[in-house]
Structures are given as C-alpha cells and as structure tokens.
C-alpha cells in the first residue's frame, strides 16, 4: 500500500496495522475521532503517515517493545504496557515496528483531536500567547487523570448513537489536559522557533565535536539540549536538514578530509581517531562523502 505525506482523522486507521474493533462514527464526533485497534503480536516495518491534528495512541492491552524513527534516522526504543501513552504533534511521517512481550492480546486506542478545539484549548491555557505554544512529542508515557477521560470516550463509541454533548465535553476536558501538561511556549515569547534554538544547538553540535569518535547515542544528545530523544530528533533535523545520525558522519568525514591533507597518518590510523574501527567501513562513508576513496583523496592532496 502506498503511504501518503500526510492523512486525515479519519483515515489514519487505514495505514495501522491489526484490525479495527472498534470506533467513532456520525454527527457527534466531529472535534474527536477515535479508534479501537486489535494488533498482532508482532509487526514489521510499516510506515505512519504525518496529520496535522494532535495524535494520541493510548495501549490498553498487552505489553510490548516498540521502535520508532523519522526520515531513515535511528531507531527510538520504548517498552510499553497498559496505560502507555503516545502522543504526536504535526510533523512528518514515521516508521514504525514492535513486538509483544506477553501472550496478553495487544490493543490500542487511536485518539485525534480536531485543530481548530486544540486552538481553542491553548487560547485558554496561554492567552495571548497561544500562536506561540506547541505540543511536545511524547513517547511510552503514562498519564493516570487522562486515562479515564479516554475510557469514556471509548464507551461513548461502542454505543449504538453516541451523545454529541458528551463526546464534545471529552473532547474539551482531553483538549485542556493536553495544552496544560504537554504544550509549552516558543518563538518569540521564548527565544525558541519550530526548530532546536540557536543557543542548544550550538551546545549540541560543540558536544558532538569534542566527543567525534564516541559512539553515536541520541540519548546522550537529547540530554544536552534537556529534551526527549523523539523531540530533540525532529527539531535537529528541522534545524540542520539531516539527523543528529548524519551530522555526526559529516563531523567526522570533514575532520578525516583535514587529517589526509595536513597529516602523514595512515588511513586506519585516521579512521580510529574519527570513531571508525572497521577500515571498509570508514573507506565506503568517505567514498560516498567525497566521491573518493581514502588512499585516492589523498593523492590529490
């Protein structure tokens, strides 16, 4: 199946896999949707595509490890179980894959809110403020005092005709809960933009230069700009155009370059101090890098 860029509300159950049990339909769901998903105990690759409204996945059933990543970046490993929560701004499509650590069946709850009730909720919380307030990405959470605003919602969708008052009264209430305890100003109010502010990304990038031949860890990253290791990737790669992964091979590409040129080191002997312990390796990164092999860059030279 083709994924596209982007879906909407109402088919993003589409691209999941399991099957759907479960879920809102008519008149009186117009600001929530909502999806009762029956997974299977193991899943490969498949692909999420982006929406524009906030994305919750709520498990409620089964435990299981899941593994996540954007445009081709590192894999984020989380382990979930009942009451684990995901929660996702707009952005760009995700991988996704898992497999289950019990023979307890594996359920999830897919829960979208409409755009124009979160703008709403975020007036309320931020005020004036609220075109600078933007929901964080969340991964493997639990959040008890939502959990029974979600169980509601799910019964209001397994009745024959569900109450428009009630669903919209859900709505509301899961609305301002997301705003007040997920979302968090930026831009000019403060000094932030939709990417890594300058400040933390310098610090981030200065790190990655004075540990180049560490092995690559976004935890370790993630920490240095005080951010989750989902967050911190999006907004690194929205502010550099490539993920913390790929910045780190051009860091170490750019010094390989300046060591064969100002140096008489051999080409292993380079390629241990930029990180690489494996010669073939290091030599088909820098081919693809330069359009050269190690021993030929340097000839040049």
């Keep these: 199946m083709t994924v596209p860029e982007t879906t909407s509300a109402e088919a993003i159950d589409r691209y999941a896999v399991g099957r759907r049990m479960a879920g809102s339909k008519g008149p009186a769901w117009r600001d929530i949707q909502l999806t009762v998903m029956a997974l299977p105990p193991v899943a490969e690759i498949f692909t999420m595509p ?39 701004a707009a952005g760009a499509p995700y991988d996704f894959r898992y497999r289950t650590l019990t023979s307890e069946p594996y ?35 639990e959040d008890p005092l939502l959990v029974p605003l979600l169980q509601q919602l799910r019964s209001e969708a397994e009745r ?30 403060r000094g932030e933009t939709s990417a890594l502010p300058g400040f933390k990304l310098r610090r981030v990038t200065d790190w990655m230069a004075e540990h180049l031949a560490e092995e690559f860890s976004l935890g370790r990253l993630a920490e240095q700009a005080g951010m989750s290791e989902f967050h911190f990737n999006r907004l690194f790669k929205r502010a550099t155009g490539v993920p913390p992964s ?56």
């Design 160 to 189: 024959p005709a569900a109450s428009r008052l009630l669903v919209r009264g859900l709505a509301q209430a899961i609305a301002i809960h997301l705003a007040r305890n997920y979302a968090a100003l930026t831009d000019a109010v």
């Design 50 to 88: 982006a929406v524009t409204e906030p994305f919750l996945v709520w498990t409620t059933s089964g435990e299981a490890e899941t593994q996540e990543r954007e445009n081709e970046g590192p894999w984020l490993t989380s382990r979930v179980k009942k009451g684990s929560m995901f929660l996702t």
């Design 107 to 141: 359920e999830v709850v897919l829960v979208l809110l409409s755009v124009p009730l979160f703008h709403e909720a975020l007036q309320e919380v931020f005020g004036a403020n609220a075109a600078n307030a933007r929901l964080r990405d969340l991964s493997g959470f």
């Design 246 to 301: 790929q910045y780190q091979i051009k860091l170490r590409m750019d010094a390989a370059r300046r060591l064969m040129r100002e140096t008489k080191r051999s080409v292993i002997t380079i390629a241990n101090e930029v990180g690489y312990s494996n010669p073939s390796h290091f030599a088909q990164l820098f081919r693809k890098e330069t359009g050269l092999s190690p021993t030929d860059y340097r000839r040049q030279r």
